[in-house]
T-cell receptor, first 118, second 110 residues
């Protein structure tokens, strides 16, 4: 069964450093998302990406964040200058194989990258 | 901002019991999704609902899309120990944006 994969599974970084989190969405999906989950809290939407551009972003997704689909398979989240409060699990998700009802809404999540900023 | 409230926040139940949980929103949604998250893993989609009043089952799980479009319910019948985890509802307040509920933490006592 196709699945979303994410690398690395864990990342430890110093405050102020840049990190890039990588995701390989399900191959024929069209919509891509990043979420984060601070330990013990709910999953929070960061950004959605469709047709090579950001579709929507939350207030969390400020100028230090950026997303990119550098090739046909990868989808990345970059945090330019990490802060302590960026420590969280970051989940990538993808959805949408076509125009049939419900495809765009049914999101499949990756296993996450646990980011720890020291 | 918009928020999805889930209740109960957590529950302990005996193995074999049925479980009910719900999710409410201050605004109308056209889709409701229910996910389960195991510790250290990503959410896994359980059930997706697309129409008000819709009742959909997936094995021992049944979810309903509330007729007001502002709520949804998830029931688990005959719970087993592997049902333990956090259950999240989610919905799209915008075309490409999704918000998750506060979660219901389920613990099953064997």
């Amino acid at each position: 069964e196709p699945e979303v994969t994410q690398t690395p599974s864990h990342q430890v970084t110093q405050m102020g450093q840049e990190v890039i989190l990588r995701c390989v969405p399900i191959s024929n999906h069209l919509y891509f998302y990043w979420y984060r989950q601070i330990l013990g809290q709910k999953v929070e939407f960061l950004v959605s990406f469709y047709n090579n551009e950001i579709s929507e972003k939350s207030e969390i997704f400020d100028d230090q964040f950026s997303v990119e689909r550098p090739d046909g398979s990868n989808f990345t989240l970059k945090i330019r200058s990490t802060k302590l409060e960026d420590s969280a699990m970051y989940f990538c998700a993808s959805s949408g194989v076509g125009t049939s009802g419900g495809d765009q809404e049914t999101q499949y999540f990756g296993p996450g990258t646990r980011l720890l900023v020291l | 901002g918009q928020q999805l409230n889930q209740s109960p926040q957590s529950m302990f139940i005996q193995e074999g019991e049925d479980v009910s949980m719900n999710c409410t929103s201050s605004s109308i949604f056209n889709t409701w999704l229910w996910y389960k998250q195991d510790p250290g893993e990503g959410p896994v989609l359980l059930i997706a609902l697309y129409k008000a009043g819709e009742l959909t089952s997936n094995g021992r799980l049944t979810a309903q899309f509330g007729i007001t479009r502002k709520d949804s319910f998830l029931n688990i019948s005959a719970s087993i120990p592997s049902d333990v985890g956090i259950y999240f509802c989610a919905g799209p307040p915008g075309t490409y944006k999704y918000i998750f509920g506060t979660g219901t933490r389920l613990k099953v006592l064997a």
